[in-house]
């Protein structure tokens, strides 16, 4: 009996941050001033599900399969670069992902993202490791 009460908390406890990781990554998505499409796209979903979106702002629990895992993983590696990269400067730090880099042939990092998928993610995301001396 005490294991199953042990593994319900858990169970709880890993509903309970996916919440809480949704909320997160929807709160940064609106940082970096996305539209409802792209910030679908970022998260993997299809660009139409603006019911997922809603879900996830108020805090229901984000997918558990790995790919949306990994996903907010990156875009929150994306965020913390970002803010090591332009400490004095938060507005520059949320406009980066939505301003067009010479390093991406002229395209933003969402737009990287949009047309490459998950690589893209880790192409935006390994560029900022780099700047960071990562």
Do not use: C
Not at 37 to 53: I, M, Y
Not at 72 to 83: A, P, S
């Amino acid at each position: 009996m005490r294991r199953l009460d042990r593994t319900h908390a858990s169970s709880d406890r890993s509903t309970d941050d996916r919440g809480a990781l949704a909320k997160m990554v929807m709160t940064l998505l609106d940082h970096w001033k996305l539209n409802t499409e792209e910030q679908a796209v970022l998260l993997g979903l299809a660009p139409s599900n603006r019911a997922a979106l809603s879900n996830y702002r108020s805090g229901k629990p984000i997918g558990t399969s790995r790919d949306q895992y990994e996903r907010v993983g990156h875009l929150l590696g994306i965020h913390k670069n970002l803010r090591l990269l332009f400490p004095h400067d938060r507005e520059l730090a949320y406009r980066w992902m939505t301003t067009r880099n010479k390093a991406f042939d002229n395209l933003t990092p969402v737009e990287v993202i949009k047309e490459w998928g998950f690589a893209g993610l880790l192409l935006v995301r390994g560029y900022l490791d780099r700047a960071r001396g990562h």
